[in-house]
């Protein structure tokens, strides 16, 4: 074992001691760039939308500032530019005490979160990095990311008219920000979750007391099954909150969630539905159900300040244990107009049969 060790720091050391000057531009800057989940592309209001997040690690003694980041299909097409304040509100630095968002320390990482949108779809993205370093201008081209069509389509998991995509997908939301570290993964549960409320045509959740659950038009709502699935598992015995008050329990990562059903739609694929009513589910783990089987009854447990119904789709059985899966409708309605295998963006409004 002594050897191999030995080895080991014999190759490195003569790693360093290459001579690096023919390297191509840019090969050597010392900037790591990672794509945790590869973007996936699915339709709304007949674009692509894409979100997904580039990991960018400052590897060197100099700090580095970022001036401008190109999304393009390749290195010598044009495409997206992020520059500005675009850029700087799109970033999360791993450093809470910098204020300036562009700023990379030594050995620090920041992420950038992405939100495009276009008519067409790419097979893949080149990223070119521009950036302020040891008293230079640098630019870092990468390497291909692969564009992926998505795949999967699903049922409404509600019925009726005037449902709200409160915090649906989009660049900013705090679902879309919501980053953490899983079992050495960094994830993001929430990409594409939406927090379904249902409105009249003023847009209000509710009438009379606003501090009754039974006020508010969405309370009792049946959720449905999105497809043919397997239940994995069910969460109940959680009381409701009183809306706009505090929780009715302290929030721990066994009661974020509050009362809830997971679905098994294969391939890796889960379904979560969260702050349903306590005692109303209906179905139990290891059950088969089909599209448009009710699970229960949207209620307001859990993280959650009025009722509503907090749906999304991970790779993981957990509700914040696995990455964010885009998802689309086969049907609804927005301003009457029909649309087929889209996702409802943030705050639209729609109606499902």
């Not at 790591?32 to 690690?57: C, F, K, N, Q, W």
């Not at 998991?157 to 997908?169: F, K």
């Amino acid at each position: 074992m002594r050897f191999a060790v030995c080895l080991a720091v014999f190759v490195v050391c003569r790693a360093w001691a290459q001579d690096l000057s023919g390297a191509p531009d840019g090969a050597t800057l010392p900037m790591i760039v990672e794509v945790p989940s590869p973007p996936i592309a699915v339709l709304a209001d007949g674009r692509y939308r894409l979100a997904y997040e580039m990991h960018l690690t400052n590897w060197s003694s100099n700090d580095m500032v970022l001036t401008s980041i190109v999304v393009a299909p390749t290195a010598e097409s044009s495409g997206f530019t992020i520059e500005g304040d675009a850029l700087e509100q799109s970033i999360l630095g791993s450093n809470p005490n910098n204020r300036d968002r562009r700023h990379i320390a030594p050995s620090r990482r920041s992420v950038v979160f992405l939100f495009l949108s276009g008519t067409g779809l790419p097979k893949q993205f080149i990223h070119r990095i521009r950036f302020h370093s040891g008293g230079k201008e640098e630019e870092l081209l990468t390497g291909p990311t692969p564009v992926r069509a998505n795949e999967l389509v699903i049922q409404p998991p509600l019925r009726g008219a005037g449902w709200r995509a409160l915090n649906g997908p989009d660049a900013s939301t705090h679902h879309r920000r919501g980053l953490m570290p899983y079992a050495g993964r960094a994830i993001v549960p929430q990409r594409w979750a939406i927090d379904f409320l249902q409105v009249n045509e003023k847009g209000e959740t509710h009438s009379g007391d606003a501090k009754a659950n039974n006020s508010y038009r969405c309370y009792g709502a049946e959720a449905l099954a999105v497809g043919a699935a397997t239940v994995l598992s069910v969460k109940d015995g959680i009381p409701d909150n009183t809306p706009t008050t505090a929780h009715a329990v302290p929030m721990t990562w066994e009661t974020v969630g509050g009362n809830q059903v997971v679905l098994d739609l294969g391939k890796s694929r889960y379904a979560f539905y969260a702050h349903l009513q306590p005692s109303s589910i209906r179905v139990k783990p290891g059950d088969r159900v089909k599209a448009g089987q009710v699970l229960g009854l949207v209620g307001n447990s859990g993280n959650s300040t009025e009722p509503h119904l907090h749906f999304q789709i991970g790779d993981d059985r957990q509700l914040m244990g696995g990455d964010g899966i885009p998802f689309v409708i086969d049907a609804f309605k927005k301003e009457r107009v029909e649309h087929k295998n889209e996702v409802p963006l943030r705050d639209w409004v729609v109606d499902f049969r």
